[in-house]
């Protein structure tokens, strides 16, 4: 196979999963490049280290009462799952949908979100849509519950139209009212004790109770509605209709999946002012959007199988958001064959490069590409890769390390040992400039093992480890 | 045989009276529970023993988050030898800790790793008539015995287990294990021999998911904790379907306590209806539904029988213990 070959596979694994090891490149370029991308699109097997022992023994992901649980059973998921594109869609989809710890106050609620995200995720916008306005945290993140006929709260109604499909300046505040409308009774079950019990943390006398979707048809506004130019008894799904028929919710979703799998947009914000990167590719997504139904994976096999995405000029294009560092870096190292507790410090270490899932830093989520990286998320990042990456403790270490050395090690010149480096971390590719400081490093000469995991610690330490 | 429910003990709570993802309870011959809390792993607080009685008396805690002696750090299942001297072992720490019945940190054995009489992820104990312990050696697939004092005298279930949780001595004087790898109770000879094996994966009547923990009593019957199932099953001595309850907790002393106080929630709580028919997410997923529903079990982990023939069903996910009544 080529090395042509084998980057691109490389470039298609970190954009539509968390990278990927030497081995899992060439098993995928063995099979070649469409054939890869249908199978990650499906899966035929899927399958994780799985529930029943993530639960044993860590004891909050499965009762899931504060804010880790939820999260760090996710970053298992992305770790240990051999279908990684359905993990990287349901973080698509927690990015635009953002849904935050701190007014929910139930880990468990969140995490059925990112459940139904996972379900539904790939499949029609449309369906999407409807159960994120049925979704018992999203109802109390925005409000939903407090929306009642004759006395309407807007918040879901604002957030569907501004941020979770269209984008501001393809509607009005008419539009708002009337879509909120529609949206009356569509509450949770028990909301007056739920609610309560959130406001106040309260985790007595049992435990948290799951919430449930509810709707109240004594509370729901049958009136009459005029929405985006249409009139009608609206409800709830009559509006989703609506909105999935837009050109300008098409525009939003392909800006959205071109800036999340091809390359850094600026943020969402500044888009109604600053023209898409490549508007070519955005209207050749939306056009995969109506084509399909308003089907996801139709939108991502275009994607993925187009000139715009296999582009050199694309590559590296995306600074690696802290889920898909941290995933991708544990993959690499293979710590997690079991449960074990250091997933927690793993997570904390996102964190600290500025991602807590289920705690987006408000509804807009988080900002991308450049935004990541700070003086001190930088610092983390690299003390986290070189850390992971050096541990000879750790089997993918091992067999990294091993893999080079067996290429007869002692004697490898310095360009070869620093070409397998960056083989073994997933086909990297880098600048002159960095190849030049790894080369000079490797002019050192120890092909100990800990010398070789050096060499891997300062590869892992290159501006386009960052990135994907 | 059938069992009925008589009352819940327990309430949610990081420090002092109550429990937090609590995974075992070993009941004392004078009646007095010491409940293992494994608490959450991202914080230091929660994790300690809790001594309370079925009355809901609360005697005190001991132990705490930590490495030292007499810490915990992923502390999972109790035992009691016969002069009441508390064992308790830690799956992160692959060591069993020794406590005196008041709670006062006596010793501590056990070395990690994969050699004879090392433990690698020690869960499930058990202690027979002669204070011979015997350990879940969970990530090593084996059941060792040692002396009280951590001495090695037998390792067996090689081979036949797969990541076992709890075990038990039956009045016979035969080990049972719950295999939880493999769906099923396995029954070992005194000697460590395989002698029965009972229950097959799924969730059907005499199925079993991911069993936790089995208490068998003098007639050989045997009371599961489906733990992947949610619910607990009774098994007859050749592992014949019985009997099979979800669970069907009230409210504890200490719940009706916490209410009484907190009126706002008590109100609110009356309002709400606490068994909700509702389309789950996942129709075949006990755990789904059991999230929804308060009153079911929710990670039931432990089943222990005193001798009164009560059974005590140790719930992590819902800080309690439901306690049911063996009948004829």
């Known amino acids: 196979m080529s090395d042509h070959d084998t980057k691109l596979i490389a470039h298609l694994m970190r954009r539509a999963g968390f990278g990927a090891t030497r081995g899992e490149i060439e098993a995928y370029a063995a099979k070649g490049y469409d054939a890869t991308v249908e199978e990650l699109l499906d899966p035929p097997d899927a399958r994780w280290m799985g529930d029943y022992l993530a639960r044993r023994f860590h004891h909050e992901q499965s009762g899931m009462m504060g804010p880790w649980g939820s999260g760090d059973n996710w970053l298992y998921r992305m770790i240990t799952t051999n279908a990684p594109l359905h993990e990287k869609i349901t973080l698509f989809w927690h990015g635009i949908f953002a849904t935050g710890y701190p007014k929910v106050i139930h880990g468990k609620m969140l995490s059925d979100q990112i459940r139904m995200f996972r379900r539904y995720g790939l499949g029609s916008f449309r369906t999407l849509l409807v159960e994120l306005a049925k979704d018992p945290a999203m109802i109390v993140w925005l409000d939903n519950y407090d929306n009642h006929k004759g006395a309407i709260n807007e918040n879901f109604g604002r957030e569907l139209l501004e941020l979770f499909s269209m984008g501001v300046g393809s509607y009005s505040e008419d539009d708002i009212k009337e879509c909120s409308r529609a949206f009356t009774g569509w509450t949770i079950g028990n909301a007056e004790y739920m609610t ?30 005029e929405f985006l130019g249409r009139r009608g008894r609206f409800d709830g799904e009559d509006i989703v209709d609506i909105i999935c028929e837009q050109e300008s919710t098409a525009r939003f979703i392909a800006r959205h999946v071109y800036h999340f799998f091809v390359a850094d947009e600026p943020p969402v914000p500044a888009w109604p002012y600053t023209p898409p990167r490549d508007p070519a590719a955005v209207e050749t997504l939306a056009q995969a959007y109506f084509d399909s139904g308003y089907n996801v994976k139709a939108m991502l096999r275009v994607l993925f199988t187009s000139d715009f995405f296999k582009a050199e000029n694309v590559r590296y294009e995306k600074v690696k958001s802290p889920a898909e560092f941290v995933a991708g870096i544990l993959r690499l190292t293979g710590e997690f064959d079991r449960p074990r507790r250091e997933i927690m410090d793993r997570a904390r270490q996102m964190v600290y490069m500025g991602q807590h899932l289920n705690n987006p830093p408000s509804v807009e989520g988080w900002r991308q590409g450049a935004e990541w990286l700070d003086t001190g998320t930088l610092v983390e990042r690299i003390n986290f890769a070189s850390e992971q990456v050096g541990d000879l403790n750790k089997p993918g270490v091992k067999n990294m ?38 080369v000079e490093f490797a002019e050192r000469g120890d092909r100990s093992p800990e010398g070789i995991a050096a060499m891997l610690r300062l590869t892992a330490s290159t501006d386009e480890f960052q990135r994907a | 045989m059938n069992i009925e429910y008589s009352l819940t003990v327990g309430l949610s709570a990081m420090e002092g009276r109550g429990f937090y993802y609590p995974s075992d309870t070993a009941i004392g011959r004078d009646g007095r529970f010491y409940v293992v809390n494994r608490s959450l792993e991202s914080v230091d607080r929660g994790v300690r023993v809790t001594m309370c009685d079925i009355q809901s008396e609360y005697y005190g805690i001991f132990g705490s988050y930590g490495e030292a002696d007499g810490q915990f750090v992923w502390a999972s299942c109790a035992a009691l030898d016969s002069a009441g001297r508390v064992y308790i072992t830690d799956e992160r720490l ?170 706002e929630e008590a109100d609110a709580r009356s309002r709400a209806n606490l068994e909700p028919k509702i389309d789950l ?48």
Request: aromatic share 10%; charged share 25%.
């Open chain 2, 94 to 263: 692959g060591r069993v800790s020794v406590f005196d019945p008041d709670g006062a940190f006596a010793r501590k054995w056990g070395t990690k790793g994969n050699g004879t009489g090392e433990l690698d992820g020690p869960s499930g104990i058990a202690i027979d008539a002669d204070d011979a312990v015997y350990v879940s050696d969970t990530y090593n697939n084996r059941v060792q015995k040692f002396t009280d004092g951590g001495d090695h005298l037998l390792t067996f279930g090689q081979g036949d287990l797969d990541l076992p949780w709890g075990v038990t001595v039956a009045p016979s004087g035969d080990v049972y294990v719950a295999d939880w790898g493999n769906d099923r109770i396995a029954r070992f000879s005194p000697t460590g021999q395989l002698v029965g094996a009972y229950g097959k994966p799924g969730r059907g009547d005499g199925q079993l998911t991911r069993p936790a923990s089995v208490a068998v009593d003098e007639d050989g019957w045997m009371y599961v904790a489906d733990w992947g199932n949610e619910r607990v099953q009774v098994l007859d001595p050749d592992g014949g379907f019985v009997m099979k309850t979800r669970g069907e907790a009230t409210l504890s002393k200490w719940a009706e306590n916490f209410l009484r106080i907190n009126v």
């Open chain 1, 401 to 438: 390390v091993q893999n080079i050395a067996s290429s007869n090690g002692s004697q490898l010149s310095p360009e070869r040992i620093v070409n397998l480096c960056l083989e073994q971390l997933g086909e990297v590719s880098v600048s002159d400039s960095a190849r030049g400081i790894l």
């Open chain 2, 281 to 328: 997410f996942d129709p075949d997923d006990p755990h789904e539904e059991s999230s929804h529903v308060e009153k079911l079990f929710w990670s039931p982990m432990s089943v222990k029988l005193d001798d009164e023939g009560r059974l005590y069903v140790t719930e992590s996910n819902r800080h309690r213990i439901q306690i049911f009544q063996k009948t004829a």
């Open chain 1, 196 to 225: 309560l019990r959130s406001e106040r943390d309260s985790d007595w006398p049992y435990g948290r109770i799951s919430w449930h979707f509810d709707y109240r048809a004594d509370d729901h506004d049958g009136g009459e509605k």
